[in-house]
Every structure is written in structure tokens, then in C-alpha cells.
């Protein structure tokens, strides 16, 4: 998958993972809205809940994929 400027889908998530660490969001939630799998067994204790997940994404700025017009991939 590419954005209408060419870019890769690996350049968006390098790029959504800098925005996430800039935005302060701990790695434990990083890893939960990127589907990894925990990095520990103390990380398996407890869940990072949807909730959560919501409230940090919101931290984040808004990703313009496309503009208006173009045509979209």
C-alpha cells in the first residue's frame, strides 16, 4: 500500500511510530495499537484496553492521506 505521494506503507509506520514516542505514548501501548506481542512476561499481566488505546491515538495529529481530488489508491 502507497499514499497518493508515493510514500510506502513502512515509511507511515516508521512516521506513526515517531509521532507516538513524540506524543509521549508509553512502548507497552505503542506495541498494543501496532498488534505486537508483548516484549516480556510482566507485560502479559493486565491488558492495554481499547479505552486506552482510544485516549493515546488521540494525542496524535491528524494524518492527511489525500487531498481532495486526488484520486485515491
Known sequence: M???KGRSQPW????????????????????????????TVAETYGE?????????????PFYKLHEEGDAQR
Open 2 to 4: 502507497a499514499d497518493p
Open 12 to 39: 507511515l509506520e516508521t512516521s506513526l511510530q515517531n509521532n507516538i514516542m513524540e506524543a509521549g505514548i508509553p512502548l507497552r501501548i505503542l506495541d498494543a495499537i501496532q498488534g505486537q506481542a508483548p516484549r
Open 48 to 60: 492495554v484496553t481499547m479505552t486506552t488505546m482510544v485516549s493515546e491515538i488521540a494525542k496524535l
